[in-house]
């Protein structure tokens, strides 16, 4: 039997390891090297006064045993009106969905089993050990005139149930889908780190 005192951290310790792998790929990446642009930048139909260009586009290599992955990417309005990313979706072969998910600090209040009350899961973070907590968003708002930067640490897109690791190298197609500027397909390249 294990001592009391030692049953709550080796709770914390299980828990953590079973939502480390999924995280890794939301974590912050520590490359501050300016961005280049590995797909084409593209701009939606100005038809409703929304104008996106996607630039910087790369997603995250995933561990072999990986069910998860990120994909990163630059979101300009040039237009007059607000947008909001509302939704992204993937190929069947690549995963089994994809989500919009943002990263932010955790509620430090744990409930009697030693896991987090935040609605998402939680990890350590580098800068000083507070808990992050990854969590799923219905929009991401892209303000007339504004670049909103989907990167590690913040808002990122998900994707769940892959298919197969991400390979470095390889580039793959997400589908975006925007409140004015309506559907775009972005190309990102499987890098192990921000370009």
């Not at 039997?1 to 890794?24: D, E, F, K, Q, S």
Request: proline share 6%.
């Amino acid at each position: 039997m294990i001592p009391t005192p030692l049953r709550r951290p080796l709770r914390l310790l299980a828990v953590a390891a079973l939502v480390a792998v999924p995280l890794a790929a939301c974590g912050d990446d520590d490359d501050d090297d300016a961005s280049t642009t590995t797909a084409d930048p593209s701009t939606a139909s100005e038809a409703s006064g929304a104008s996106i260009a996607l630039d910087g586009a790369w997603a995250r290599t995933s561990p072999a045993m990986a069910t998860a992955g990120a994909v990163y990417v630059e979101i300009t309005n040039d237009g007059d009106v607000d947008d909001a990313l509302v939704g992204v979706s993937v190929d069947a072969s690549l995963a089994g969905k994809a989500e919009l998910h943002e990263t932010t600090a955790a509620d430090d209040t744990m409930d009697d089993d030693g896991v987090g009350e935040g609605s998402g899961s939680t990890m350590g973070d580098d800068m000083g050990g507070g808990m992050m907590q990854m969590q799923p968003v219905d929009e991401i708002p892209v303000p007339a005139g504004e670049t909103v930067s989907l990167e590690p640490g913040g808002y990122h897109i998900m994707l769940l149930d892959l298919a197969a690791p991400l390979e470095v190298g390889s580039t793959i197609e997400v589908t975006l889908s925007f409140a004015e500027a309506g559907e775009m397909v972005l190309e990102a390249e499987v890098r192990d780190t921000a370009p």
